[in-house]
């Protein structure tokens, strides 16, 4: 079972992106192949990202943050990791919460050294990003989170599985289908729950590769869509393994007894499954919605009910 440190946040008042990126004075972007299967492409960034940006580079400048706040762990021997803040002129936040006019993110350099790729003043880029609480910012998590425009087109670059290019259309298209109104609309299932207990089990694909799945055992305290007779319900969520289900989502991999949840569900092979990832199970506390256990969700819970209710409890 994988275990991971997670923590609730408030809302966030921060404009900064930081970006962990060697200094290169070369703005040219090479690609080493184009990929052409769409379904071989990693949209997780721009799906499950607490933002994605669009706007054209300001500037970028060097930096030194702590290891021990970049990887969020205690180290005898911390020391200060070379890190890039990239500043960008905000167009339009496709996904996330406003942020103001210039925007700063964080690039841990962690992946393949074909990753270091330049940020140049005046490149128009779409950034998806991810909170980081030891660093108290946005960072670039995945090298498949940052596209460069080319022309009318979107590029990926350098990543190791190659190139890819896409219409701006198709990557918005991506990010709308797990928006609100389209997950309200798509879910056969919405219920308010309370955990009551969780447990993992092992299933085996037709291949004999095997997968974890995390089964929420969750209290129906509400049905606000859909019907569903019994008190009680079980949310299978995909953890991991070389046995990857058509219905697998991203999902926390953590729920405890007594927490309150707000799920959007589909049925699938194993059951009552959150079909838009973390965009479908928000965690509902005193202050508010949570998304993906880490920050305050970005659209106003208020206004979520009203989607809801627009839709209506079919009986």
């Not at 350098?158 to 879910?187: H, N, Q, Y």
């Not at 920050?295 to 208020?302: I, L, M, P, R």
Request: contains cysteine.
């Amino acid at each position: 079972m994988k275990h991971s440190i997670t923590k609730s946040l408030g809302s966030v008042k921060y404009l900064a992106i930081v970006a962990i990126l060697p200094l290169c004075a070369d703005p040219v972007l090479g690609g080493s192949e184009v990929i052409r299967d769409p379904s071989a492409w990693n949209y997780a960034p721009l799906q499950y990202y607490d933002i994605v940006v669009h706007g054209t580079v300001r500037e970028v400048t060097a930096d030194e943050v702590s290891t021990n706040a970049l990887w969020t762990q205690a180290s005898k021997t911390d020391r200060m990791t070379p890190v890039r803040r990239v500043t960008v002129d905000v167009l339009d936040v496709p996904r996330g919460p406003s942020v103001a006019a210039a925007w700063t993110f964080i690039v841990p350099f962690t992946h393949s050294q074909g990753y270091d790729t330049p940020y140049v003043p005046g490149q128009e880029v779409l950034i998806a990003a991810m909170y980081h609480p030891g660093l108290q910012g946005y960072y670039l998590k995945s090298y498949y989170g940052r596209y460069v425009r080319r022309g009318e087109d979107w590029v990926c670059e350098e990543t190791p599985r190659g190139t890819r290019t896409f219409t701006d259309a198709e990557l918005r298209e991506k990010i709308r289908v797990v928006e609100p109104a389209r997950v309200v609309s798509d879910a056969e299932l919405i219920v308010v729950g309370t955990v009551d207990s969780s447990a993992v089990e092992v299933i085996i694909g037709s291949d004999s590769s095997s997968a974890e799945i995390l089964r929420v055992q969750m209290r129906v305290d509400e049905i606000r869509k859909g019907h569903y007779e019994s008190g009680s319900i079980a949310v299978a969520m995909y953890q991991g393994g070389l046995y990857l289900p058509a219905w697998a989502k991203h999902a926390p991999d953590r729920f405890n007894p007594g927490e309150k949840w707000l799920c959007f569900l589909k049925k699938g092979d194993a059951g009552w499954y959150p079909f838009a990832g973390t965009n479908g199970l928000l965690q509902m506390t005193n202050e508010g919605l949570i998304y993906d256990r880490r920050v305050q969700y970005w659209h106003d819970a208020t206004r979520i009910a009203q989607l809801i209710s627009e839709v209506g409890v079919q009986k």
